[in-house]
């Protein structure tokens, strides 16, 4: 399954690479929901 999200701050997607595993924590924005925390293992 693929869903789309927004970076809030775009800048917390800076350094991640395609394939790359992480943890994330996301609210729901208006409309699209929000990444607002990435975690790298």
């Known amino acids: 399954m693929t869903m789309g999200f927004k970076a809030n701050p775009p800048s917390l997607l800076k350094g991640l690479k395609v394939g790359q595993k992480i943890g994330f924590d996301a609210n729901q924005g208006s409309g699209l929901p929000e990444v607002t ?4 293992p």
Do not use: G
């Open 37 to 40: 925390a990435i975690r790298r």
